[in-house]
């Protein structure tokens, strides 16, 4: 699976230098009726090489035909995306491409399929400081995501290097012409 992800990241570590780190092999775990390659953190045992900042976990998993139950961390709180198809979470219809979010507090997660699928599951501690999303750009402030884009615009080191754009660097859109203001935990 390859992919591009953003990450929230606490505030000693949103301000250090561009990273890429290259993982050709993941670890996997096997559990009854399902399989999960561990992209972050840990799924049973079985540890992701990739660094993290805070504790997260990302997983890909293959779930086979009926009913399985899914390992958690219980401090974690946790999403599961429909990749392939419609899925059953606790019970609960997920329509192909949807997500659906678990609070903390749980050690496990029922998933029921019709066919083989896979499955995303994401998690980590709760994060409490509220965020400003927009684009590509996370933030703590409005002022946080103008100087990002900035910087995405002049080609910053902070951002590296993207093969395959000719070294050319996608344009952010426009800001939206209001203020963007922090999302909090409403749970």
Do not use: C
Not at 12 to 29: K, M, S, T, Y
Not at 107 to 125: A, D
Not at 179 to 186: C, G, Q
């Amino acid at each position: 699976m390859a992919s591009s992800s953003r990450v929230a990241l606490p505030d000693r570590a949103r301000r250090g230098p561009a990273g890429f780190e290259h993982h050709p092999e993941l670890p996997v775990v096997d559990g009854d009726g399902w399989s999960a390659k561990v992209l972050l953190g840990e799924v049973a045992g079985a540890v992701s090489p990739a660094t993290t900042y805070t504790p997260i976990v990302g997983a890909e998993l293959r779930v086979r035909p009926g009913y399985v139950k899914i390992p958690l961390r219980s401090d974690f709180e946790h999403a599961i995306l429909a990749v392939d198809g419609p899925v059953a979470v606790d019970g609960v219809d997920v329509a192909h491409r949807e997500l659906r979010y678990l609070a903390p507090g749980r050690s496990e997660v029922g998933i029921q399929v019709p066919e083989e699928s896979t499955l995303l599951l994401i998690g980590g501690e709760p994060f409490d400081e509220g965020l400003v999303m927009w684009w590509n750009f996370i933030g703590r402030s409005h002022d946080d995501i103008v100087e990002a884009r900035e910087q995405w615009q002049a080609a910053a080191a902070r951002y590296g290097h993207v093969d395959g754009h000719g070294g050319k660097v996608i344009p952010a859109p426009p800001l939206p012409d209001v203020r963007l203001t922090p999302r909090r935990r409403t749970l």
